[in-house]
């Protein structure tokens, strides 16, 4: 009876994840839609948004009041060796997309063991740290690879997704960072500009 009782359980679980998962789907395709647009507005986000081409190989989406982050910031925030090559943050420096595009070889289908490797590293350094997520998707015919996790800063939490995908055949790494209280909104935000990334 018991074993019946947890088969039930699991069930009805995998039934509310699947149920979350889909409603999470559909609000990040509106989201997509939006930012298209050039205006999201969900879930109390309201922000103008605006497409940036990078290296003459790609163009994503980037809020309108997003900066790019001053060298003295960006050097304090982010060690030397795992520091962006391009950082944009709000107003406040609480909400950051990082852009790093390596000269190592990387083609579509090594993204997601390149994104495991990453994980790893990061876990082995981390021991203490959690990940949240990890997964993949297609972008027309390109394979984007993310996981995410918490870290702390000083007394607060920063929610982080790593994301991983291949141009030309190296890797661009996108990284985006917001406080854990705005995890919830901005999370929808972060997967928006990946899911809008064109490849040129």
């Known amino acids: 009876m018991q074993k019946e009782n947890n088969s039930v359980i699991n069930m009805l679980e995998y039934a509310k994840n699947l149920e979350q998962k889909n409603e999470r789907e559909k609000i990040i395709n509106e989201v997509v839609s939006e930012i298209k647009d050039g205006k999201l507005k969900v879930k109390k986000i309201n922000l103008d948004i605006k497409q940036e081409e990078f290296l003459n190989k790609f163009k994503i989406y980037i809020p309108k009041n997003f900066k790019l982050m001053p060298d003295k910031i960006a050097k304090a925030k982010y060690p030397s060796e795992a520091r962006p090559n391009i950082i944009y943050t709000d107003k406040n420096n609480t ?17 997601i063991e390149f994104r495991d490797a990453m994980k790893d590293a990061y876990l082995l350094e981390n021991k203490s740290a959690q990940i949240i997520e990890k997964s993949s998707f297609k ?6 690879a993310y996981y995410s ?3 702390p800063a000083g007394d607060i939490n920063m929610f982080n997704l790593i994301s991983i995908l291949s141009i030309e055949d190296k890797p661009l790494i996108i990284n985006f960072n917001c406080l854990e209280k705005d995890k919830e909104k901005l999370e929808l935000l972060f997967f928006g500009i990946l899911k809008t990334i064109e490849i040129i």
Do not use: A, K, Q
């Not at 990082?98 to 190592?104: C, T």
């Not at 972008?139 to 984007?144: K, L, P, Q, S, Y």
């Open 95 to 111: 909400c950051n997309i990082g852009l790093n595009y390596l000269n190592v070889l990387l083609t579509d289908d090594m993204v």
């Open 139 to 144: 972008v027309e015919d390109t394979t984007i």
């Open 149 to 151: 996790f918490y870290s």
